[in-house]
């Protein structure tokens, strides 16, 4: 049973590019969230794809947008980066629930984007 | 809004018990995750808190009081491989706004 998988693991920008981050679930879930990890701190919500929709967002500027496929995978894409944007891009697994309790959600290993 | 609150880091013996407490303020609750975050990897589910109480998961046990706004995560019998950061996550339907974390040394 594959768990949830990222890539690449690691990534180099220059600030001002553009980057694309991938990440397949864990077989069976249809739901996936990114988050971003800065050194030492606790991850941050980006936002929620379900059913190829955006379906919750946190605070991020909309140089941060995404897409889900049909099979459920899911692209996280950067523009014009920021020295700020250096940090682990987190990629979360789970079950959609509309309401009341939630299902776990399963993280990847993480993309660490190192912008120069 | 969200604030959520731990320790920044707590120190702890081999076999000993440690109380981890998170106090948070946030908009639409579901319940409280709880993970383990060892450095470099990411994080592991250790609990998900819904009713207010106690849940026991072997040697983690988990606390949530909705009213109070707060939980707190039990480890008995530390071992060296808990040496990690514990990350306190309050959920928003499947919006989960983490603290800071906070780091568990355990010394021989």
């Known amino acids: 049973d594959a768990g949830v998988t990222q890539s690449p693991t690691h990534l180099i920008k220059t600030r001002g590019q553009q980057v694309t981050l991938r990440c397949s679930p864990k077989s069976g879930h249809d739901t996936v969230s990114w988050y971003q990890q800065a050194l030492g701190q606790g991850p941050q919500f980006i936002f929620q794809?379900?059913?190829?929709?955006?379906?919750q967002r946190g605070n991020f500027p909309d140089r941060f947008s995404g897409h889900q496929f049909p099979n459920y995978s899911s692209e996280l894409n950067v523009n014009a980066l920021l020295l700020g944007d250096s940090a682990l891009y987190l990629c979360?697994?789970?079950?959609?629930?509309?309401?009341?309790?939630?299902?776990?959600?399963?993280f990847g290993p993480g993309t660490r984007l190192t912008v120069t | 809004g969200q604030n959520i609150d731990q320790p920044t880091e707590m120190t702890a013996t081999e076999g000993a018990i440690v109380q981890i407490n998170c106090t948070y303020q946030t908009s639409g609750f579901n319940g409280l995750f709880w993970y383990q975050q060892h450095a470099g990897e990411a994080p592991t589910f250790l609990s998900y808190n819904v009713l207010d109480g106690l849940e026991e998961k072997g040697r983690f046990s988990s606390f949530l009081s909705r009213s109070k706004g707060y939980s707190y995560l039990l480890l008995k019998e530390l071992q060296m491989k808990d040496s990690a950061s514990y990350l306190c996550a309050p959920d928003s339907w499947g919006k989960l706004q983490f603290g800071a974390g906070t780091q568990v040394v355990v010394t021989p």
């Open positions: 794809y379900y059913e190829e929709e955006e379906r």
């Open positions: 979360a697994s789970s079950l959609y629930r509309t309401r009341g309790s939630s299902y776990e959600q399963y």
